[in-house]
């Protein structure tokens, strides 16, 4: 691709400052495309160079090995981030935040996406994985997407087309990058859609360690049950490998207290799954994206 389409490229940029973890080696390179119809060749590009690729988007469900990424992290914050409103359906480009498409629902009086202004992830990253918090996800409110195949074709498809489902899409199978994702919504009055959002924002300050840095949930819900109360069950609360932590506010947390590395989390990760399956015979899955193990 032609510099003028790279917004910005950088070499060996710590993963620490690109994931809220905030842990994680030097990527060999970040390339921030200018907008979403760079992308593709911005990745044929690294398709031609032989080397891995990463796509990024807030970095929030992302632990990255010590030892960094050799390749290329394809950033699509901040410069893939348009949103538009056109009647009940809300555009997002693959960068924006899921916080930022909630408020500008919230704004046009589109009710359906409260549950995602706590999210801290973007459009990109919510698709891939199906986000979702307090009972709802990206799939029940999805009209559409746009996506790039393994081959670098564009594509649009709908929730069902991509067998979304609890926390899982058919793109983790088949691969595929998310540019941008349209979805339709209801209206509604402003003022109820700011209280339902800050009615769900009290509870995640009470119940969530939102002042240290984590991923996220660390492990899926299993079926019938919660991670966290299995793992509170199991007394693991408060456990700890080096700086990394089981939250003694939500045990489905893994914190970082201050210095914590990459294997200090991967191990505590281990422990946990160890002693919640010796207990209850129940394997914990991860939500965390692990990357360079």
């Keep these: 691709m032609s510099p003028a389409g790279y917004a910005e490229r950088r070499s060996l940029v710590p993963m620490s400052e690109l994931t809220t973890f905030r842990i994680g080696g030097p990527a060999a390179t970040v390339a921030a495309p200018k907008g979403i119809h760079f992308v593709a060749p911005l ?82 990253g919510g698709i ?38 609890y ?40 119940k969530q360690p939102l002042t240290y840095p984590s991923a996220g949930s660390a492990f899926k819900r299993p079926q019938g049950d919660y991670a966290a109360r299995l793992i509170d069950a199991a007394g693991l609360r408060g456990l700890r490998v080096g700086d990394a932590a089981v939250s003694e506010k939500h045990a489905g947390f893994i914190i970082n207290l201050g210095s914590a590395t990459a294997k200090d989390v991967r191990a505590l990760m281990v422990q946990v799954t160890g002693a919640v399956y010796e207990q209850f015979g129940i394997k914990l899955e991860p939500e965390i994206r692990m990357v360079g193990f």
């Design 128 to 165: 891939y994985m199906n986000a979702g918090a307090y009972g709802g996800e990206l799939s029940g409110v999805l009209f559409r997407a746009l996506l790039l195949d393994t081959d670098l074709q564009e594509y649009e498809a709908t929730a069902e087309e991509l067998s979304m489902s």
């Design 43 to 124: 990745l044929a590009d690294v398709k031609a160079a032989g080397t891995p690729v990463l796509l990024l988007g807030s970095g929030s469900n992302l632990l990255v090995a010590d030892e960094g990424f050799s390749g290329t992290v394809v950033a699509m914050r901040p410069y893939c981030a348009n949103i538009s409103v056109s009647g009940q359906v809300i555009t997002a480009e693959a960068g924006a935040t899921l916080a930022a498409v909630a408020a500008a629902a919230r704004d046009a009086g589109l009710s359906g996406l409260e549950f995602a202004a706590g999210i801290p992830g973007t459009v990109g």
């Design 167 to 206: 926390r899982h899409t058919a793109l983790m199978e088949r691969g595929g990058t998310v540019l941008r994702a349209s979805f339709l919504l209801t209206p509604a009055s402003p003022a109820d859609i700011s209280a339902k959002m800050e009615e769900l924002a009290i509870r995640r300050r009470e």
